[in-house]
């Protein structure tokens, strides 16, 4: 049974036109004003960009240190998803490295360059452990390296994670069996099935920190990179749009790039077919050195972030360290910063809503419904082009075209701006679960006598709804952390704590700085425990016996997936 071919277009038609007006319009925008000077068509701020030796340099050196940093991003991601699929290691020290290689994706970027700077400084955390700094001349390279790679590594890690649960360990034991040295068993095993998704994980990680601007404006010093360009040219000493808008502009070439090479690597993808699960013989050297090696890469990135959970509980850091919550209790008291918080969760929860509703109803429509061919194609489109848009450039179609607007400085263009922003991983998530649902569910409960939309809500939705709270708590989180679009739509009285760090940032205010970044991990770790909360006791209701019968659809198909 399907819905009124209808009613489908027309919700299809005011999702579309609605996330069309907000994304491709305002791309539309920043594209002429990088054509247009006075109001007349001119090639004035392309000349001006393009021939500065400066943009250049700022390029090239993004290129440079999103190149490294991607690389070594993947490889310490390769290892511990190695150790956790390829090793006979206690299975809860696999689940303590799992969780806590994805760590940073709780926190701003802009408070990894912080972190950096008060853990490995001349009075940083460690150096004062150790009576030595372990690394100097934080500022420039070696800082935006360090923070790109931990920006990225749980991004690869899940992407290689995923594929390892797909490789076949038979292949192993058979390689050996046929006398294979251990180079060649582990080449043709784990390496060759798994060099796609390695060439994906470096991808996506390039263009994150090819497009990142936290880090660089923590930590990035005299070490131009693009993004800290693009700021400069808006909001700096002679802003300008026209200039802007053609940096902005660059800044999407690599991002198309790395989108249509992520396309065409996604048809070599391992395919989805469990494997039977089996045990390698156990070898204690080597389980021995990548436990060690992976705890030490674990140990490396969340000893970065210590310094949050030290800085707010003493009198003075680093240079009184008598422990003391006077300064928590200071900043905490500040009305300013409670309204900013309560932004912030407003915006959080109003942009996972929107967004779930968004993103799953559109999905609905294109796989569950006879939608013409083209609207399909035009959903998948949207998606595509919201994933290559990077937030910077994003914000700064906002900025330009609805500046002086009705929504100009609220609430709202903040929300509307996070679900277009992230609108693509949400989308492709709810489209693969509903493609792997069964067609006939609709016509069977529309033979008993129910029409379409009860069906979605009695059969249909129930079982997505695990993927429903993924891509709740997906937008949710990253509406808490994101910064590189907020810092240019979000004003005096829509400030949000992300936008509130950068203005700490520029007053030197560096120990609410941690205050604020561990109120962002804390919510978010409050939100990710409501929602594993729920999952957990729904799955315990129905396992009842006694309530087998009192047992909601809801949960029964939660148990299903589970």
């Known amino acids: 049974m399907q819905p009124n071919p209808h009613v489908s277009k027309y919700v299809w038609l005011f999702i579309g036109v609605t996330l069309g007006l907000f994304l491709i319009v305002p791309i539309g925008q920043l594209i002429a004003n990088s054509w247009l000077d006075n109001g007349q068509f001119s090639l004035t701020y392309y000349q001006q960009i393009l021939g500065s030796g400066r943009f250049h340099t700022a390029f090239l050196n993004s290129l440079t240190v999103a190149a490294i940093s991607s690389l070594t991003a993947t490889v310490l991601a390769f290892i511990l998803a190695y150790t956790i699929h390829w090793s006979q290691l206690p299975n809860g020290y696999k689940k303590f490295l799992g969780i806590m290689a994805q760590f ?20 940083g955390l460690l150096t004062q452990l150790f009576g030595v700094q372990l690394i100097d001349n934080l500022y420039g390279f070696k800082g935006l390296w360090m923070g790109y790679t931990i920006y990225t590594l749980p991004i690869a890690f899940l992407l290689l994670n995923n594929t390892f649960f797909y490789l076949d360990k038979k292949t192993s034991l058979v390689s050996k069996l046929m006398g294979d040295n251990q180079w060649r068993t582990f080449k043709t095993s784990v390496v060759v099935p798994l060099i796609e998704t390695l060439a994906m994980a470096f991808i996506q990680c390039f263009f994150l920190s090819f497009t990142d601007y936290g880090i660089p404006a923590s930590i990035g010093g005299r070490y131009e990179v693009i993004a800290t360009q693009l700021y400069n040219e808006l909001l700096g000493s002679s802003p300008s749009f026209g200039r802007g808008a053609v940096v902005a502009i660059c800044m999407l070439i690599p991002s198309i790039i790395s989108v249509i090479l992520l396309s065409k690597l996604a048809k070599y993808r391992i395919k989805p077919n469990q494997t039977q699960p089996i045990d390698l013989p156990r070898n204690r050297v080597s389980d021995y050195c990548l436990g060690t090696l992976s705890g030490f890469i674990i140990l490396a990135v969340s000893s970065v972030f210590a310094v949050i959970l030290v800085a707010p509980f003493v009198q003075q850091w680093p240079y009184n360290l008598t422990p003391s919550i006077s300064m928590l209790q200071s900043v905490l008291a500040s009305t300013n910063l409670l309204q900013v918080y309560q932004n912030s969760i407003i915006v959080a929860l109003l942009t996972a ?3 779930t509703i968004v993103s799953y109803t559109l999905a609905l429509i294109a796989e569950r419904t006879q939608l013409w061919r083209n609207a399909k194609i035009a959903s998948d489109g949207l998606a595509m082009i919201s994933n290559t848009t990077p937030g910077m450039v994003l914000g700064i179609a906002y900025l330009m075209l609805f500046s ?18 992230y609108f693509a991983t949400p989308y492709l998530m709810a489209k693969n679960a509903l493609s792997k649902l069964n067609n006939g569910w609709e016509l069977t409960a529309g033979l008993l006598g129910d029409s379409w939309i009860k069906s979605i809500f009695k059969v249909v939705l129930p079982n997505s709804f695990l993927t429903l709270l993924e891509i709740f708590s997906y937008y949710f989180i990253n509406a808490m952390v994101t910064v590189s679009a907020v810092i240019f739509i979000a004003g005096a009285q829509t400030m949000v704590l992300t936008s509130k760090v950068k203005e700490l940032e520029h007053y030197a205010r560096f120990n609410e700085i941690f205050i604020v970044s561990l109120m962002i991990l804390l919510t978010n770790l409050a939100a990710l425990a409501v929602i594993f909360g729920l999952r957990f006791y729904l799955k315990r209701r129905s396992a009842s016996p006694r309530r087998t019968k009192k047992v909601p659809v809801l949960a029964q198909s939660i148990i299903k997936q589970s």
């Open 104 to 123: 940073p994706m709780l926190l701003p970027t802009i408070t990894y360059g912080f972190a950096i700077i008060y853990t490995f400084g001349k009075k």
């Open 404 to 421: 002086g607007t009705s929504i100009a400085n609220t609430l709202a263009i903040i929300v509307i701006c996070n679900v277009v922003h």
């Open 353 to 355: 809503l929107v967004g």
